[in-house]
């Protein structure tokens, strides 16, 4: 599977919006993006997933890079229970529970 | 949306005995689930794949004897820890997803293995 590239740490306010960048040089033509996040003793949470045009559902927005070798997870405004670790995955094999994980970002929202 | 059930959330049990968790796919067939392993502040690794009516795939360096999976059904897949010691203590994680790259996939809650 192809790698991505996540900052190790983040910081955001509460309230504001929140911008988490992921880098996927290697991505092929049929790699989906996905994103999920975890919470401490917790499995991960599917958060959005895209393949080329931007999406939007309830959680987040994913902002695609034309080239798709870059991805940003965006999160409107950020809320205490949206600290996690967050990550970008891709996905293209033959079932999308099978995911090779980063070390993705942890993220910290501050009160 | 489909949910993916794991049972127990956390364990404790003595040093050379067995543990099995359990995974559920609660409202679609997953021919394939998958386990995953991880260790304190660390990301999850990948250790087998377990598939329906056959033997399980396990990753390089995992011990296909010390972690039994079966998947008998369309619905559920366990994994038994056999032979636990303190080096087992982990946080395992199944995961499943009704369709391929462009579907979500979904993770159980993890289990907490405590050996003692």
């Known amino acids: 599977d192809a790698k991505t590239t996540q900052p190790n740490s983040m910081e955001s306010n509460e309230e504001e919006p929140v911008h988490l960048p992921c880098n996927h040089s290697?991505?092929?033509?049929?790699?989906?993006i996905h994103w999920y996040r975890q919470l401490p003793s917790q499995g991960p949470e599917y958060v959005i997933h895209?393949?080329?045009s931007n999406v939007n559902n309830r959680m987040a927005s994913l902002a695609i890079a034309e080239d798709r070798k870059s991805s940003t997870l965006i999160l409107h405004r950020a809320t205490l229970r949206d600290a996690a670790v967050y990550y970008c995955?891709?996905?293209?094999?033959?079932?999308?529970?099978?995911?090779?994980f980063g070390d993705g970002t942890t993220l910290t929202v501050k009160p | 949306g489909a949910v993916v059930s794991q049972h127990p959330s956390r364990v404790i049990c003595k040093s050379g005995t067995s543990v099995k968790i359990e995974c559920r796919s609660l409202d679609f067939q997953a021919t394939t689930m998958f386990w995953y392993r991880q260790f304190p502040k660390k990301s999850l690794m990948l250790m087998a794949t377990s598939n329906e009516g056959s033997k399980a795939t396990y990753e390089q360096g995992v011990e296909k004897d010390k972690f039994l999976i079966n998947h008998a059904s369309l619905t559920l897949s366990t994994l038994t820890v056999t032979s636990a010691h303190p080096e087992d203590s982990s946080f395992y994680i199944c995961s499943a997803s009704p369709g391929q790259g462009g579907t979500e996939a979904f993770f159980g809650q993890g289990t907490r293995l405590t050996v003692v």
């Open positions: 995955i891709l996905s293209s094999g033959t079932n999308a529970g099978k995911s090779t």
């Open positions: 895209g393949l080329t």
């Open positions: 290697t991505i092929s033509g049929t790699d989906y």
